[in-house]
C-alpha cells in the first residue's frame, strides 16, 4: 500500500435524489478490511440520471483523482456510463475503471471487447469482487488472473475468469446503514432482508443467477429497521426484496420486526408482493408492517404469455389479492409491460382493461427490456424475438407481437394509463 | 339529424351509443342542454335549459360507486353551478371529473384553474374543424373556433407547465366527422397534435356523406396522429372499412355483444358478432354496397379473450 491513502470512487446514476445501496454494500465490506479501512479513502457519488450531466460526472473525478473508479451500471445508465469511462481514460490513463451492475454482469467480457476504456467487468455480486480488486491494486496482492468473477483486460485480450459462487452468509456483508457508510433519508432508504427470488420471470434478472435464497439474519434486519424507524424524520422508506410475502413465516417475523419498531407512524411504500399469494393473513402482517403501498404485476393478463415466460399467473387470485389489500387501506400499484412475447396489440389492450377493473391506485405501463442474463436475452430464437442488443434493449417484435403493433400498443397504453393515473387522491367526508 | 323533443334521459341514452370509447366507465351526468355552440351534429336543441343543483346532486348522490363521473349535455361551462357541482363531487368521492366540453369558456385561464382546483382535471375538447370557416360550419358559432383554440392552449400550458397540476391534466379531443369537415381531418390531427392531446377520437356524426370516403380519410389522419406519437381512435366506422386500421377501431378496442338484425353482406362477417353493421338511416339513403363482409380475421380469439375480460373485471 502507498503511504498517503487511496482514493476510490465509486459512481452510479439513479433515479434523482436515491443512493446506490449497491455501492453501499461494496464500500461497507470493503472497509471491514482493516488494511483497507486505514489506508484508503472510498467515497460514493450519486448522480440523478435524468438530470445528470456525463462531464458534471468527469469535472468530479478530475477534482477528486481517484486512483480506482468502479461504475455501478444499469440498462437506463449504460450509456452515460459509457461515454464517462472513455472521457476519464483520456484524461486520466492510468486509472483502472471497474464496471459492475446487472447491465454489465453477465456478459461482462463482451463488454471489455466492445469498448476500450474499462478494464475489468465484475460478473456478478461485486462485495467480495471488488475487495479482492483493491488488494490486487493497492497491496499488490493476487494477480487479475486469480480473481474469480471477473473479466479483465490483458494487452489486447480480455480474459474472463471462473465466475465466484455468491456469498454465501450475507451477514458477512456489514449494513451500509448500521455502519455509516450511508445515512437513512425520508423516502430513499432501501432495506434487504434476502436476495435472489423464488420465481424465474423470463424478463427479470433478480430469478435467473442463482438458485436458491440467501437470507440476512433477523437480528441484523432488526438492528437496520431500529435505526430507520428510530428516526423521526423519516416518515417512509423501502425494503427491495423481490417478494416480500415470500412465505408466512418471513413475513410473520419481518412485520413483527417493523410493529415493534415503528414508534413514529414510519410506512413502507413500494414494495413488492406475490398477489396470487394474498390472503387474509398475509394483509394482516402487511398492515402490521406499515406497508403503505405495494407494486405487483400482471405484467400481462394473457395466460398464454405468462407461461411463455414462466410466469405463474391466477387472475382470479390475483384480483382477490388486490382486492384485499385495497380494502385494508394499502396502495396498489399493478405493473404491465408492452411487447412481452405471446401478446399482441389486442392481449395488450386486454391486460389493461384487466388491470382497470382491479381499481389499482395506478398503472404503471414500461416497455419490454430483454436484459442480459434474462432468459429473453439468453433464448431469443425461441420466442422470436428481436431487441437491441445495446441498453436499454428495448424489445423491437417477436414471433407474436410485430413492432408496428408494439408501438400501437404503447400509445394505446400510454394514452390510457394517463388517463387512468390522472385520477385524485381518495377524499371522502361524511354524509 | 335532430331531435327536437329528446328528454335528458333519451338524450343520456343516445349519448351513450354515440360516445362509447372510454377503457375507463365514467357515470355520465347530464347537465342541461344550454349551449353557446349550435351544431350541425348535434342532436339536442339549444333551448338553454339546464337542470338544477340539487337535481343534480340527487342524481349524483344515487350513483353506486361515484369515482368516475363525466359531466355533459349542452356545453357544461355555462351551467351556473358547475363548480359547486365539481367541488360536491369530489368532496364525495369523485376521483376522476372529466368535463365533455367545447373549450370556449376554457379561454379564460381563471375558468379553467377554477375547475382544476375543484377537482376537475380530465377534459375532452370537441373540434370540427382546423380552421375557422370548417370548424364554425359545423358549430354554426361565428367566432368558436378562436376561443376553442385558445381553451386548447389554456389546456397545455396547465398540463405542461403547472406544478400543482401537471401529471393530473388530461387531455383528449373529440372530433365529430360529417360532410362539413371530413377532407379537413389529417389537418385536424396535426392541429391537436400541435397542442400535445392525450387522446384524439374521431367519431362519425350523419349519414350526408360517403362513409367509405370518410372512413380513408379518418386512416389518413389515424396515421398521422401515430406517426407523431399521439394515441387516435375512430367511432362509427364499421371495421370492414378500416383494413388495416383495426387497432384504432373503438368497437374492437372494446367489444360489446350486438344483436342487431344484419345486412345480408354482414351476415357472413368475421366481426358479425360484435359490429353493429352500417347505421340504417345510411343504408336506407345509400344503400350497402360499400359494405363487405371481411372473411377473415387475425384478432377474432384475442377480441373474444377482449369480451371475456370485460365480464371478468366486471365481477370484481
Redesign the interface.
Known amino acids: 500500500m502507498p503511504n498517503s491513502k487511496s482514493r476510490i470512487l465509486l459512481l452510479s446514476f439513479n433515479a434523482a435524489g436515491h443512493d446506490s445501496l449497491a455501492l453501499g454494500y461494496i464500500k461497507a465490506f470493503a472497509l471491514k478490511e482493516p488494511t483497507v479501512c486505514r489506508r484508503t479513502q472510498i467515497e460514493i457519488l450519486s448522480f440523478s440520471n435524468e438530470e445528470g450531466d456525463v462531464r458534471q460526472a468527469l469535472y468530479y473525478i478530475t477534482e477528486y483523482k481517484p486512483h480506482l473508479l468502479g461504475l455501478s451500471c444499469y440498462c437506463w445508465s449504460m450509456e452515460k456510463i459509457l461515454e464517462l469511462a472513455r472521457s476519464v481514460k483520456q484524461i486520466m490513463p492510468d486509472v483502472p475503471i471497474v464496471v459492475g451492475g446487472p447491465e454489465v454482469g453477465p456478459v461482462a467480457d463482451q463488454y471489455l471487447e466492445k469498448n476500450q476504456a474499462l478494464d475489468v467487468g465484475v460478473h456478478d455480486e461485486g462485495e467480495a469482487v471488488f475487495l479482492d480488486l483493491i488488494k490486487c491494486y493497492f497491496a499488490r496482492k493476487g494477480r487479475l488472473e486469480d480473481i474469480t468473477g471477473i473479466s479483465f483486460r490483458k494487452g489486447q485480450e480480455v480474459v474472463r475468469n471462473k465466475d465466484r459462487p455468491p456469498i454465501k452468509d450475507l451477514d458477512e456483508i456489514p449494513s451500509p446503514y448500521l455502519t455509516g457508510v450511508l445515512t437513512p433519508r425520508d423516502g430513499v432508504t432501501y432495506l434487504q432482508s434476502f436476495r435472489g427470488c423464488p420465481f424465474r420471470c423470463g424478463f427479470c434478472y433478480e430469478g435467473g443467477r442463482h438458485k436458491g435464497l440467501r437470507f440476512f439474519s433477523y437480528e441484523r434486519v432488526k438492528a437496520e429497521v431500529e435505526l430507520v424507524m428510530g428516526d423521526p424524520g423519516i416518515r417512509s422508506f423501502h425494503f427491495v426484496d423481490s417478494v416480500f410475502n415470500l412465505n408466512p413465516k418471513h413475513l410473520r417475523k419481518i412485520a413483527s420486526i417493523l410493529r415493534d419498531a415503528n414508534r413514529y407512524d414510519t410506512r413502507l411504500r413500494t414494495i413488492e408482493v406475490f398477489t396470487e399469494q394474498v390472503d387474509e393473513e398475509t394483509v394482516n402482517y402487511l398492515v402490521q408492517a406499515g406497508v403503505q403501498s405495494v407494486e405487483t404485476g400482471p405484467q400481462t393478463?394473457?395466460p398464454e404469455t405468462q407461461k411463455r415466460i414462466g410466469r405463474y399467473f391466477d387472475?382470479e387470485k390475483f384480483?382477490r389479492g388486490v382486492?384485499l389489500m385495497q380494502e385494508a387501506g394499502i396502495e396498489v400499484w399493478c405493473d404491465l409491460i408492452v411487447g412481452l412475447p405471446g401478446d399482441?396489440?389486442?392481449?395488450c389492450?386486454?391486460s389493461?382493461?384487466?388491470a382497470?377493473?382491479?381499481?389499482p391506485s395506478r398503472i404503471v405501463m414500461s416497455i419490454l427490456h430483454v436484459l442480459p442474463g434474462t432468459s429473453l436475452f439468453q433464448e431469443p430464437g425461441r420466442f422470436g424475438l428481436a431487441f437491441d442488443r445495446n441498453p436499454p434493449h428495448y424489445v423491437v417484435g417477436n414471433d407474436t407481437f410485430p413492432f408496428e403493433?408494439i408501438?400501437?400498443a404503447v400509445?394505446?397504453s400510454?394514452?390510457?394509463t394517463?388517463?387512468?393515473?390522472?385520477?385524485?387522491?381518495?377524499?371522502?367526508?361524511g354524509n | 339529424m335532430t331531435l327536437p323533443c329528446c328528454t335528458p334521459r333519451k338524450l343520456a341514452i343516445l349519448y351513450i351509443v354515440c360516445n362509447s370509447f372510454d377503457m375507463i366507465t365514467y357515470h355520465r351526468l347530464f347537465l342541461g342542454s344550454q349551449c353557446d355552440n349550435d351544431c350541425l351534429v348535434c342532436p339536442a336543441r339549444n333551448d338553454e335549459k339546464n337542470r338544477g343543483l340539487t337535481e343534480l346532486i340527487h342524481e349524483f348522490d344515487a350513483l353506486d360507486d361515484p369515482e368516475n363521473i363525466e359531466l355533459w349535455g349542452g356545453e357544461p361551462t355555462l351551467h351556473k353551478d358547475l363548480v359547486s357541482l365539481i367541488s360536491y363531487a369530489r368532496s364525495r368521492g369523485a376521483r376522476r371529473i372529466k368535463l365533455a366540453t367545447n373549450a370556449r369558456s376554457l379561454a379564460e385561464w381563471d375558468v379553467l384553474t377554477s375547475l382544476a382546483e375543484q377537482g376537475c382535471r380530465l377534459f375532452e375538447v370537441k373540434i370540427n374543424g382546423s380552421r375557422p370557416e370548417t370548424h364554425e360550419a359545423v358549430t354554426g358559432a361565428r367566432g368558436s373556433f378562436d376561443q376553442t383554440i385558445q381553451g386548447l392552449q389554456n389546456l397545455g400550458t396547465l398540463s405542461s407547465s403547472s406544478k400543482e397540476y401537471g401529471s393530473s391534466i388530461y387531455v383528449g379531443a373529440r372530433v365529430a366527422v360529417c360532410q362539413a369537415n371530413f377532407e379537413d381531418l389529417t389537418s385536424i390531427v396535426s392541429l391537436l397534435i400541435s397542442f400535445g392531446v392525450d387522446r384524439i377520437v374521431l367519431a362519425r356524426r350523419g349519414s350526408d356523406f360517403l362513409l367509405g370516403e370518410a372512413a380513408q380519410m379518418a386512416a389518413n389522419a389515424m396515421k398521422v396522429a401515430t406517426l407523431n406519437r399521439t394515441w387516435s381512435v375512430c367511432e362509427g366506422f364499421p371495421p370492414c372499412l378500416m383494413k388495416a386500421c383495426e387497432m384504432h377501431v373503438a368497437e374492437l378496442i372494446q367489444p360489446a355483444i350486438q344483436e342487431r338484425e344484419r345486412l345480408k353482406a354482414c351476415r357472413a362477417c368475421a366481426y358479425k358478432d360484435i359490429c353493429g353493421g352500417p347505421p340504417e338511416d345510411y343504408i336506407r339513403k345509400r344503400g350497402s354496397r360499400e359494405f363487405r363482409a371481411v372473411s377473415s380475421s387475425p384478432y377474432l380469439e384475442d377480441l373474444r379473450h377482449l369480451l371475456n375480460t370485460g365480464s371478468l373485471y366486471a365481477k370484481q
Open positions: 393478463a394473457i387472475p384480483a382486492r399482441n396489440f389486442f392481449r389492450v386486454a389493461v382493461a384487466y382497470m377493473g382491479l381499481k403493433q408501438y400501437e400509445l394505446f400510454s394514452s390510457a394517463r388517463e387512468y393515473n390522472a385520477a385524485l387522491p381518495e377524499k371522502r367526508t
